[in-house]
């Protein structure tokens, strides 16, 4: 017992020193009340973002576009399109998450898919969005989840190259860093 106590304050020290973790808390489009919640985490530069998160409260069955987008929300405005554009720092086109560098959004994150209780379970890992790299950070800015399955570029719509032809802005967050974990 004493021995599996230490290893798990080992594995919290060895954690809490070197690993960046962010936490967004999403909204319903201009709604009150919150419908979900994502965590980031990343070790370092070179180690990709895991993304865990859980929505409830949207439609059943449905494909959704998933983005992180260039501006956080002020604390009283929770409407998505404050959001602006993909986060997009290298002016590339939009592309589908499993595209390099050069061939999508930083922001783009594919799309993820509600069960029949309209619950989404997030369990995402990227190499292209940061949360060390300063140029690729999503913090301090806002996950947005769409209307409309994400077409990652390829659909032929007049919007495919910029947002993948997802549709409103159902749902979003502002992705914040959570300084109290991380001291390299
Ligand atoms: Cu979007
Ligand atoms: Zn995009």
């Known amino acids: 017992m004493l021995i599996l106590f230490l290893t798990i304050s080992l594995v919290y020290v060895h954690y809490a020193q070197s690993i960046m973790t962010a ?3 999403i909204h319903l489009d201009s709604k009150d009340g919150l419908t ?3 965590i980031f ?5 070179n180690s990709p973002v895991i993304i865990k998160g859980n929505i409830w409260n949207m439609p059943p069955n449905t494909v ?4 992180v987008h260039e501006h956080p929300l002020s604390n009283d405005v929770l ?5 602006g554009s993909h986060f997009n720092p290298y002016g590339t086109s939009h592309g589908s998450i499993t595209e390099d560098i050069n ?9 993820v898919t509600s069960n029949s209780n309209g619950h989404i379970h997030i369990d995402i890992k990227d190499s292209i969005i940061q949360l060390c790299n300063a140029t690729q950070s999503i913090t301090n800015r806002t996950i947005v989840l769409h209307a ?3 077409d990652g570029g390829k659909g032929g719509f007049s919007d495919s190259n910029t947002t993948g032809n997802a549709g409103a802005r159902l749902a979003c967050g502002t992705i914040v860093l959570q300084k109290a974990w991380f001291k390299q």
């Open 23 to 25: 936490v967004a808390k």
């Open 36 to 38: 979900g919640f994502f």
């Open 41 to 45: 985490a990343q070790m370092n530069e």
């Open 64 to 67: 959704h576009g998933l983005h």
């Open 79 to 83: 409407n998505c399109t404050a959001a």
């Open 103 to 111: 061939h999508r959004h930083v922001g783009d994150l594919g799309n």
């Open 148 to 150: 409309m399955r994400d």
